[in-house]
């Protein structure tokens, strides 16, 4: 089992306002540490995640929380690249798509609620850079 190093600046500190960006940024590493092997986590360099805008995800806490958690560890240096995806909704019935940023699945177009979410709940790891230069 691999510890966790908490050590952080004065200035810095995880509070439970950003309690739900330590949790995603946790599953991040714990994901990340399941698909590469332990000798090539220190070559960890982007993380890119797709994080839809309804998930409730603030980028920069995620960020900051992610290098907290990281320092210390192989994957210290490792980046996240965070795409926000925007709340998308599919009308059933008249196949319109619309953006909604109150997170409304109704259709703007007819009004219908007979609507698909398409995007805007995600929380992807979509690509892994292995990259990074190790210093000899
Ligand atoms: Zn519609």
Same mark, same amino acid.
């Given at each position: 089992m691999? $510890?966790?190093?908490?050590a952080?600046?004065?200035?810095?500190?995880l509070?439970?306002?950003?309690?739900h960006?330590?949790?995603?940024a946790?599953?991040?590493?714990d994901h990340?540490s399941?698909v590469?092997p332990?000798?090539d986590?220190v070559?960890v360099?982007?993380i890119? /995640?797709?994080?839809?805008?309804?998930?409730g995800v603030?980028?920069h $806490?995620?960020d900051?929380c992610?290098g907290?958690? +990281? &320092?210390?560890t192989?994957?210290?240096?490792a +980046? /996240?690249d965070?795409?926000?995806r925007?709340?998308i *909704?599919?009308c059933?019935t008249?196949?319109a798509?619309?953006?909604?940023? /109150?997170g409304?699945?109704?259709c703007?177009?007819?009004?219908?609620?007979?609507t698909?979410?398409?995007?805007g709940?995600?929380l992807?790891?979509v &690509?892994l850079e /292995?990259?990074?230069q *190790?210093?000899?």
């Amino acid at each position: 089992m691999r $510890s966790t190093t908490w050590a952080l600046d004065a200035d810095d500190r995880l509070t439970a306002s950003n309690m739900h960006e330590i949790s995603i940024a946790q599953n991040v590493i714990d994901h990340v540490s399941r698909v590469v092997p332990p000798s090539d986590l220190v070559r960890v360099g982007r993380i890119r /995640l797709r994080v839809g805008i309804m998930s409730g995800v603030v980028a920069h $806490s995620l960020d900051f929380c992610f290098g907290a958690l +990281t &320092h210390g560890t192989p994957l210290e240096g490792a +980046t /996240l690249d965070i795409e926000e995806r925007p709340f998308i *909704v599919r009308c059933r019935t008249c196949k319109a798509r619309s953006t909604n940023e /109150l997170g409304v699945a109704v259709c703007e177009e007819c009004g219908s609620t007979d609507t698909q979410i398409e995007s805007g709940t995600e929380l992807d790891i979509v &690509h892994l850079e /292995l990259s990074r230069q *190790v210093s000899p």
